[in-house]
């Protein structure tokens, strides 16, 4: 079975995301719920498909790492993919992102978001667990300044998620491990790059955080994402990721240039069959500029309980919110995003990417099927020994 025909029916189900793992039954996620479904892969498959994926030029580099983080447009479909090395052969982890382009409207967002982004520099955390939506979230406000303001816009992710076109912005995205080595790098070039805005895929290490809130305190609007249950959390996730010697110095950073801490979570409406974000907003008044640079943040929480006009929103608020709004924008089956520009030719690899480009090899064209998986039960099969390198051993 073709990687593409996998795609086409896991979108036809309306699944979010798709595993695939030799031996197992394909899994998709569908409204939160995972479920195994169709008949096991072979390693052999999951391999070709790989190889034809990841293309020969990076396949090395695979095989040192034993992961891989690219993004394809696959049967019109936009998926973020991490290719990986279990103990049975090669597995994949795929998103399946929307397939229009990502506005506040589109994703049923708050309007009052927009504001946030009319700032010329500050930094904005877009905060959440995995799967919330965060990255279409950013996208969103992203396309938000790129409908609206001639700024000059640079992205530095891993893997690209989403292809901006350049409306009254100027827009570069640039490919942690194809176009620059680390997001460190990618932030010191783009400081070189005379940018307005910044967006920063997501916050881990240290210098990574350290540069992004220089960027944001030199005249420039960042945004940038923290894996996060609440906003108070994602500020201390920041704060804690530094020694405890210059922690005093980060909060006071922190609480000059932020702008907005937007934390979501997405609940099943069943009466729209849709998923819808929740959220919860913080906005830095002086009272939380004050006990960010105190350490308080346990006292964040009651100001931001009582900081409705200061246009912050507590989960219940939010909820009272969605409960009255009556206009929901529910995406047709059918809808695709605008055409986007064609990739142009293949750049010559970087040393040691974390994820990479290959060319992709031709695929038979095959009638795509959209007939509803068949739900299978628990499947539990022990570990094949050997791993990858037995399985490479066996095609030789």
């Not at 946030?116 to 279409?136: C, E, R």
């Not at 010191?188 to 210098?207: F, K, N, T």
């Not at 201390?236 to 005093?248: K, L, N």
Request: aromatic share 4%.
């Amino acid at each position: 079975m073709k990687l593409e025909s996998l795609i086409t029916t896991a979108r036809a189900n309306g699944a979010s995301d798709l595993h695939l793992e030799p031996a197992l039954p394909p899994a998709i996620r569908v409204r939160g719920t995972l479920r195994t479904a169709g008949d096991p892969l072979t390693g052999r498959e999951l391999l070709e498909m790989a190889k034809e994926l990841i293309g020969t030029d990076q396949w090395t580099h695979f095989l040192e790492r034993r992961s891989a983080d690219l993004s394809r447009t696959i049967q019109g479909v936009r998926c973020r993919i991490n290719v990986l090395q279990t103990s049975r052969g090669v597995g994949f982890a795929i998103r399946l992102l929307s397939s229009f382009q990502a506005t506040l409207e589109k994703l049923n967002l708050h309007p009052d978001l927009r504001r946030h982004v009319s700032h010329q520099n500050g930094l904005i955390i877009v905060s959440g667990p995995t799967g919330s939506g965060k990255s279409s979230t950013m996208a969103a406000l992203i396309q938000e300044i790129n409908v609206s303001e001639p700024r000059h816009i640079v992205t530095i992710e891993s893997p690209i998620e989403y292809s901006f076109r350049p409306r009254v912005s100027y827009i570069r995205q640039r490919e942690v491990g194809r176009d620059t080595p680390s997001f460190e790098q990618g932030l010191l070039d783009a400081l070189r790059e005379d940018p307005d805005v910044l967006m920063v895929g997501e916050m881990r290490e240290p210098e990574t955080m350290r540069l992004t809130l220089n960027a944001s305190e030199t005249g420039h609007l960042v945004l940038t994402t923290v894996h996060s249950s609440t906003c108070v959390e994602a500020l201390q996730r920041i704060v804690s990721a530094f020694s405890s010697e210059i922690q005093s110095g980060v909060r006071a950073q922190l609480a000059d240039c932020l702008v907005a801490v937007i934390c979501q979570r997405l609940r099943f409406r069943p009466d729209l069959k849709i998923r819808l974000p929740e959220c919860e907003i913080l906005v830095p008044s002086h009272s939380v500029k004050n006990h960010i640079r105190n350490g308080e943040f346990f006292k964040i929480i009651s100001a931001l309980e009582t900081g409705a006009e200061h246009g912050m929103w507590t989960y219940q608020r939010y909820q009272t919110w969605m409960e009255n709004k009556k206009n929901w924008y529910i995406p047709a089956e059918t809808e695709t995003a605008e055409a986007e520009p064609t990739e142009t030719a293949p750049v010559a690899p970087l040393p040691r990417p974390v994820a990479g480009k290959g060319p992709e090899a031709p695929s038979t064209p095959q009638k795509p099927n959209t007939a509803p998986l068949k739900t299978s039960g628990p499947i539990e099969i022990e570990p094949v020994e050997g791993g990858l390198e037995e399985l490479l051993k066996k095609l030789e």
